[in-house]
């Protein structure tokens, strides 16, 4: 019986790669030279730390530019609220990935609602989705990718 996986995934090569573009661009430019401000990374979280709360946006800005030219969607990032402090500035930005029970539950909806002859269930970190006819899943797919769904979705695993 044909099927696929919907999942949210991203590419942290690509994400290492862009917070290391990120930093080189930061040594270059004027208005960032003798200051401390800096990307930290570790495994899923990004740290921006600075001086000043306006130059923690800047390096926000340059941040997303930066994952956007590498292709990864913005739509992952969770951005917390920045920490100031007198002498520092940290905010917290956690990549999200993986189709949480939230999002499982909507995209399963959607499939359901759209009275295709598809069947949608949730498995841990992504939503299988088979069917009987080819067509039919490639209609379920168009469906999703128009849906508006609050993270980005790929669609892999492809069975026939």
């Given amino acids: 019986m044909p099927s696929f996986d919907i999942v949210s995934e991203l590419d ?3 994400v290492a790669n862009a ?22 990374h570790a495994k899923e979280v990004i740290t921006l730390v600075a001086e000043a709360d306006f130059q923690l946006k800047q390096l926000l800005d340059i941040l997303k530019l930066r994952l956007t030219k590498r292709g990864i969607d913005i739509a992952c990032l969770k951005i917390d609220d920045p920490v100031i402090n007198l002498a520092t500035a940290k905010q917290a930005i956690t990549l999200r990935q993986g189709v949480e029970a939230e999002l499982g539950k909507k995209i399963q909806k959607l499939i359901k609602e759209s009275k295709l ?11 299988r989705v088979t069917g009987k006819n080819r067509d039919d ?9 128009g849906g508006k769904l609050d993270m980005p979705v790929q669609f892999n695993n492809f069975r026939d």
Avoid: P
């Fill in 12 to 14: 942290m090569h690509e």
């Fill in 19 to 40: 917070i290391d573009q990120a930093t080189r661009e930061l040594e270059t430019r004027f208005d960032f030279r003798g200051t401390k401000c800096r990307f930290e």
């Fill in 117 to 127: 002859k598809v069947q949608a269930a949730i498995q841990d970190k992504k939503v």
């Fill in 137 to 145: 899943l490639q209609t379920a797919i168009a469906l999703v990718r």
